[in-house]
């Protein structure tokens, strides 16, 4: 395993439309973070997980935004009537132990809504 | 309380020369104060992390400096070279409860070192 994994790489939607995206993080992590982050702006914290269980939420994820993560093994996070405002880059992160260990970043999922 | 304040938002310099960045933070509660480097396309990756209780930590050609009382902290890179050419984040976490490996970033700083 030689680090986290998100799939797809870049995702072009039309607006109204559901978008899902994958993260696999290091095996060994218990930790799953989603960050999102915008054009020259540095990533903002959205939602993660020790685990299956999800821990904390940011108020950035509205209703229209949700993620799981299934067996404590890969995340999924999904993101429903898609806005323009959603275009973004989606990073995803593993870390193990209390949190801070190994912090891994992804290489993101790239959205663009048209 | 949460929030990181990063500057300069550019920054240019020489191959061989010095770039210093620098961050501010105000929430108390941060004990960890990680540094990431990010290349177009990837994500952000570690660079140097430092906790508040030294006041510098240094690895190879890169240096944090932290002051907890005015609650500031730099990264200083020395001999700088054109495959430094980057945007950089601080960032800071908390310690204790659900906080402990969330992490707020600074705005980012993007660098260019001309050869």
């Known amino acids: 395993d030689t680090g986290v994994s998100q799939d797809p790489r870049h995702k072009i939607t039309k607006r109204g439309q559901n978008v899902t995206f994958r993260c696999d993080p290091i095996s060994e992590h218990n930790r799953l973070y989603w960050y999102r982050q915008t054009l020259g702006q540095g990533p903002e914290f959205l939602t993660y997980f020790q685990n299956e269980a999800q821990l904390e939420k940011s108020r950035l994820l509205s209703d229209r935004f949700s993620a799981e993560r299934p067996k404590g093994s890969f995340s999924t996070l999904e993101i429903q009537r898609t806005e323009q405002g959603d275009s973004a880059m989606y990073l995803c992160?593993?870390?193990f132990g209390q949190g801070r260990r190994g912090y891994t970043f992804g290489s993101g999922t790239r959205l663009t809504v048209v | 309380q949460q929030q990181v304040k990063q500057s300069p938002q550019s920054l240019i310099v020489q191959k061989g020369g010095i770039s210093i960045i620098n961050c501010a933070y105000e929430?108390?509660?941060?004990?960890?104060f990680p540094w990431y480097q990010q290349f177009p396309g990837k994500g952000p990756a570690l660079l140097i992390a430092?906790?508040?209780?030294?006041s510098e930590k240094k690895e190879g050609r890169f240096t944090i400096s932290f002051n907890k009382s005015a609650k500031q902290f730099s990264l200083h890179i020395m001999d700088s070279q054109p495959g430094d050419s980057a945007t950089y984040f601080c960032?800071?976490?908390?310690?204790?409860?659900?906080?402990?490996?969330?992490?707020?970033f600074g705005q980012g700083t993007i660098l260019t070192v001309h050869p």
């Open positions: 960032a800071a976490s908390a310690a204790g409860g659900t906080s402990y490996g969330k992490l707020t």
């Open positions: 929430n108390t509660a941060f004990d960890y």
């Open positions: 430092i906790r508040p209780d030294v």
């Open positions: 992160a593993s870390s």
